[in-house]
């Protein structure tokens, strides 16, 4: 196989730029989805604490680590903070536990999930009373305790999820350790192409998430007339061109723009299939043809835990 294209850190550590995403990957199922892709060739898992599976994401580390072929210093593998432990003496505690459920001893890369803090054990806020405002928990707060993990040896680098470039830039103002990555979604309807630039003259590396379009999101998430990417028919039929699936095109299209991109999978064929997808190259023609796709449309919203009227209701800054 093509090695495959990765995400240089300053230290030298290298992101690999297709990775197995987790979120919606049920209890009974992630342990043997995180196996199958380690033992064909995926190097980048996603995690996070709030997909309530990192402990079967662990078994599968414990088991296919334990093995001895593949070895955890050749894997990369990302984690994130939720919001509920956004608090300065929260964020080592939630990463420590996350570690335990991981059963690992340390991250390449932990994200600050969002840019809004909720009090300690919410999960989903129903009120504005189960928020802290950023007065109260300043994100600048956060940062620094995240800084002080990668001091400790706990995580190797840190970063950030769901900032816009103004809330990027002002993070920035306030610290001497910039943020290494972000994580945000990204893929032919929503291109975010002057966040990329920032992000490139920042040396800040850029991870696509809902790449394929997040289709098996809660009905509840999901808005009336959502616009299907494996079916837009200028996808499919740059597929038909290049002999690959749909899914094939998207991730290609994400890896050649330089980000690294995490299609979530369960299913063996598709995870197996989205790996192969940076064999061959999009052409001009290809890549002019997903330019005029870019509607600036959000799969992923953020709503469903903004309450209307708080401190965080223009989360990306629109
Ligand atoms: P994706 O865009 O990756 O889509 C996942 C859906 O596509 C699933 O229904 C999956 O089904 C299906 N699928 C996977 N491969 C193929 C294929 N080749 N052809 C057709 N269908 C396919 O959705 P996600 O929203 O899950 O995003 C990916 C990952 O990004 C997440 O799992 C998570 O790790 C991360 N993420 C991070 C966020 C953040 O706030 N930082 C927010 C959202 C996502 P099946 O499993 O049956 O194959």
Same mark, same amino acid.
């Given at each position: 196989? *093509?090695?495959?294209?990765?995400?240089? %850190?300053?230290?030298?550590?290298?992101?690999?730029?297709?990775?197995?995403?987790?979120? !919606?990957?049920?209890?009974?199922?992630? +342990? !043997? #989805? /995180?196996?199958? #892709?380690?033992?064909?060739? %995926? !190097?980048?898992? $996603?995690?996070?604490?709030?997909?309530?599976?990192?402990?079967?994401?662990?078994? #599968?580390?414990?088991? /296919?680590?334990?093995?001895?072929?593949?070895?955890?210093?050749?894997?990369?593998? +990302?984690?994130?903070?939720?919001? $509920?432990?956004? *608090?300065?003496?929260? /964020?080592?505690? #939630?990463? !420590?536990?996350?570690? *335990?459920?991981?059963?690992?001893?340390?991250?390449?890369? %932990?994200?600050?999930?969002?840019? /809004?803090?909720?009090?300690?054990?919410?999960?989903?806020?129903?009120?504005?009373?189960?928020? %802290?405002?950023?007065?109260?928990?300043?994100?600048?707060?956060?940062w620094e305790a995240m800084v002080e993990a990668k001091k400790q040896g706990l995580v190797k680098h840190i970063g950030v999820s769901n900032f816009s470039t103004k809330k990027l830039k002002d993070l920035i103002s306030k610290t001497d350790e910039k943020p290494e990555a972000l994580q945000v979604e990204l893929h032919p309807y929503l291109h975010q192409n002057e966040l990329l630039e920032f992000c490139s003259k920042n040396g800040i590396n850029v991870t696509a998430y809902s790449p394929l379009g997040s289709g098996d999101r809660a009905e509840s998430m999901k808005a009336e007339d959502e616009p299907s990417l494996l079916e837009n028919p200028t996808i499919i039929k740059i597929a038909k061109k290049h002999g690959a699936s749909a899914g094939q095109i998207l991730i290609n299209w994400a890896v050649q723009r330089g980000t690294a991109v995490i299609p979530k999978s369960t299913n063996e064929g598709r995870i197996k299939e989205n790996l192969a997808s940076s064999g061959f190259q999009l052409d001009k023609e290809d890549l002019a043809e997903i330019d005029q796709l870019d509607e600036h449309f959000r799969y992923v919203t953020g709503e469903f835990f903004v309450t209307k009227g708080n401190s965080y209701s223009n989360i990306y800054d629109e």
């Open positions: 196989m *093509k090695p495959l294209r990765t995400l240089k %850190y300053k230290n030298g550590d290298e992101q690999p730029a297709i990775g197995l995403g987790t979120w !919606k990957s049920g209890k009974g199922e992630v +342990t !043997k #989805a /995180v196996e199958i #892709a380690l033992n064909n060739g %995926y !190097k980048h898992i $996603d995690c996070a604490a709030t997909y309530g599976n990192e402990n079967e994401v662990g078994e #599968a580390f414990e088991k /296919v680590f334990g093995e001895g072929k593949i070895k955890r210093k050749d894997v990369w593998i +990302t984690s994130k903070l939720w919001n $509920d432990s956004h *608090k300065k003496e929260d /964020v080592i505690p #939630a990463l !420590k536990q996350t570690l *335990k459920d991981l059963k690992l001893d340390y991250l390449d890369l %932990y994200l600050m999930h969002w840019p /809004v803090a909720f009090k300690k054990g919410v999960g989903f806020p129903e009120s504005d009373d189960e928020y %802290y405002s950023l007065e109260e928990v300043p994100i600048i707060e956060t």
